[in-house]
């Protein structure tokens, strides 16, 4: 069973950085596009980025453009989502999904595996 857990949240100030990590386990690596969503208080959760299989593709939320850059590392089964010039905004719990299926991934329907979460808090 595929496996995906999450760390490297935490506090910063607005207009710092943070680079959240994503490992995943029990399956082939190489065979699961990645992504991350994240979750504001009182807010639905919203898709942030993905990075396809081959990392030939990557997506990004509008809102996030030109500040995150999600990577990863397949020599050690890990994606990670670079966050730069955060925002208040931007504080959230930020969840990391994966799937073999692109579409089913961006959309967040039907996830094979979600992690439990990483907690970012940009103080103003």
């Known amino acids: 069973q595929v496996q995906v857990v999450e760390s490297g949240g935490g506090l910063v100030q607005a207009g710092g950085s943070l680079r959240l990590s994503c490992a995943l386990s029990?399956?082939?690596?190489?065979?699961?596009?990645m992504g991350w969503f994240r979750q504001a208080p009182g807010k639905e959760r919203e898709f942030v980025a993905a990075?396809?299989?081959?990392?030939?593709?990557?997506s990004y939320a509008d809102s996030v453009k030109g500040r995150f850059t999600i990577s990863k590392d397949s020599a050690k089964d890990t994606v990670y989502l670079q966050m730069n010039s955060l925002k208040p905004e931007d504080t959230a719990v930020y969840y990391c999904?994966?799937?073999?299926?692109?579409?089913?991934?961006?959309?967040?329907?039907?996830?094979?595996?979600w992690g439990k979460g990483a907690l970012v808090t940009v103080s103003s």
């Open positions: 029990g399956r082939t690596f190489a065979t699961y596009a």
């Open positions: 990075i396809s299989r081959g990392a030939s593709s990557t």
């Open positions: 999904a994966a799937d073999q299926n692109w579409f089913t991934l961006v959309t967040g329907t039907g996830v094979v595996a």
